[in-house]
C-alpha cells in the first residue's frame, strides 16, 4: 500500500513537472492546409506575412514575463515573413495534389519492371506471352524488387581489397571496429551504403540478400507506426553478423521512397520542436520515429520531455506506441546486447532513413540510455537532410566526436535533400558531424591541406558542410545543370571505364536525363552513393604519409 501511494506521488509529481516544461515549450508548425492559392500569390507578390500557414503556441505572445519572449515572438514574425515558407507550401501543396499518381505511377512502374525482369526482358516477355507462360510479380515475394532495386541491381558486399564473403572471421575483423584515427571505416561504409540501398525493399528480399548474399544472420523487418499520418510508413531491419556471439549489429531506416507523396512532403517540411537542453529537432522526422503528433502537441511533450517515462494512462499499454520504430528498435537492439556481450551496433540510412538513423541514437542520449550508447560504433547516413539548429550539433558532437569520430555523414554532390531544410536567418538548420562530400568525379572532397611546418607531415581539415549548402542559388544554377549533363555522359561510360558492375540501366539513364532539367533529385539516387564508397578517392590518403 506504500509502495501504491509513493507511485502514485511521484507520478503526481511528473504530471506536474510536465505540465510546467510545456508551458514553456517552443514549436513552430508549417500548416499548407491553412490556406488556399490567393493567401500563397498574396505572400508571393505583394510582401504579404506567411502567417497564416503558421501555428505555434500562444505562450510566445502571452508570457511576457519570460525574458526571451521578445526574442521569440521576433524570430517567429520574421520566420512568417520569409520566402522560404512560402516554397515550402508550395512544394507540399504540389506534392499532395499529386499524391495519388504519384502512388498509382509508382504502383504500375513498380510491376512493369518486376514483369520484365521476371520475363527475362521484352523479348522473353513477347515470347512467354505467345507460349502462355508470362510470370506474374506478386509484390511482397522474394523476388519483388522495388524501383531503386531496379535502378541499382547490385546487392553484393565489395570485396575489392577486402576478405571473400566466405572468410566470415576475417571479414568480421574487418567491419567491427574504428580507424583510431577518426577516420571513416571503409568496409564498414560500404555495408552501410548496401544495406541503406537494401532498405528499400520488402521483408523477404532483405532476408534472402542477408542471408544468401552476404552470409549474415537476419533479425526482423519492421513496419513501424506514424501517429501522423495515421499509417505504418516507417520501416527499418536488423542484422548481426552471425547467430551467436555476434561482434556487429547494424540497423537500417528506409528512407524516401520515390512516389511516396507523405516521404516527400516530410523531407520538405520546415515544422520543428525545441526540446529544452537539446535543441530545435524537425517534427516530421520526430513523427516518423513515432515519437508524437503534431496534431496533438502533449504526445512529443511525454515522449520528448519526460525523460522516456510514460505518466498518463494512454500511454501505457499496447497501444499504437508500442509499434513506433524508436520503441521497437530499442527493444530488439536491447535483448540482442544482452545476448551478445561482445557486440556493437551501427546506424544506417539514405535519405529519410538517414534522418532517422542519426535521430535513434539522439533520443538514446535524451533518455539517457547511456548503456546503449558505450556500445554504439558508429552512425553512416546518406544523402541525410538537416534534422534541427546548431545547438543540436553541439549537443550530440559532445556525444559522438570524442575521443575519435563516430558520426559519418556521406553527401554526393549536387544532391538536393542534404540541403532541406533551409539553412538561412529564419530557420537556421545546421548540418553537424563529420562530412564526406563526393564530387561527380567521385573524389571526396577536404578542406585546404595547411603545411605543419614539417615537409613531410600535413594536417587535413575535415569538411562540416556541403558546397551550395541551400542548393536554390542563382549563381550556381548554370554550372548545376552542366553537371547533370556530365552525369549522363558518364553514365554512357562508365561500365567501360570502371568494370561492368557499374554499367547503368535503361532507368538510371532515364532518371539522368530528367537529372538535366531536375539535378538535384536524381543525384539523390543511391547508385550515386554505393559509386562514391567504392569508387572515391580521397586527397587525405594522398597527404599523410
Known sequence: MIMAGNSSSMSVEDDDALLLQSRRRRYLIVRPEKG?????????LWGGEACKFLETNDHIDHQVEVLDDAAD????????SSWVILVSVIARKIISTVGKPMEYTGYALDFFLNLLSLNGGLSGLLLNFLLGKVVIPERGSATFISTIGHLDGRIDLYNKGSPAPD???????LLGGQDSSGEPNRALM?????????AYENA???QTVVSR???????????????FQKQMSTQVFILCDKPRDAKLILISFRGTEPFDADDWCTDFDYSWYEIPKLGKVHMGFIEAMGLGNRNDISTLDHHLQSGGRFTTNRDQGNGDWQKSAYYLVKKKLKRLLAENKDAKFVVTGHSLGAALAILFPTVLLLHQEDELMKRLLGVYTFGQPRIGNAQLGKFMAAHLEHPSHKYFRVVYCNDLVPRLPYDDKTFLYKHFGYCLYYDSFYIEQVHDVSDMGI???YYVQEMQEEPNKNFFSLRNAVAVHLNAVWELLRSLTIGYTNGPEYREGWLSMCLRVVGVAL?????HSPINYVNSVRLGTTTQHACLY
Open 73 to 80: 515572438r521576433d524570430e517567429v514574425y520574421r520566420t512568417a
Open 36 to 44: 488556399g492559392i490567393w493567401d500563397l500569390l498574396g505572400s508571393a
Open 455 to 457: 615537409s613531410s607531415y
Open 190 to 198: 560500404d555495408l552501410c551504403v548496401m544495406a541503406s540501398k537494401l
Open 213 to 227: 548474399h552476404w552470409k549474415m544472420h537476419f533479425v526482423d523487418f519492421f513496419n513501424c507506426w506514424n501517429d
Open 519 to 523: 539535378p538535384g533529385i536524381s543525384a
Open 204 to 206: 523477404k528480399v532483405v
Open 167 to 173: 572468410d566470415h572471421d576475417q571479414l568480421v575483423q
